[in-house]
């Protein structure tokens, strides 16, 4: 089994995020998607860089929660028999 997250599983993730904080997800995608450097980061998005710090760590911590959380649910409904698991 991969240690890398799925696709829908990310997804999720980030949705849940930019529903929960609208501003870290903002970061993540300046950080994440568009490998922008702090520094950069809070130029684009016109925050200083200890907000962009903060706001990626919140982020991170976030999204590895639900990614855990996510999977875990999928283990379980794998260790109880179930086929038609939705991720």
Known sequence: RSTAPDTD?????????????????????MRFILYLSVE???????????TVKREWSFA???LLRELKHQEGVVQHD???GGSDVER
Not at 9 to 29: F, G, M, Q, Y
Not at 40 to 50: K, N, P, Q, W, Y
């Open 9 to 29: 599983a990310l997804i999720s993730a980030l949705s849940k995020l930019e529903k929960a904080a609208p501003r870290a997800a903002e970061v993540t995608r």
């Open 78 to 80: 794998e260790a109880e």
């Open 40 to 50: 950069d980061t809070s130029e684009v998005l016109g925050i200083g860089s200890a």
């Open 60 to 62: 991170r911590a976030f």
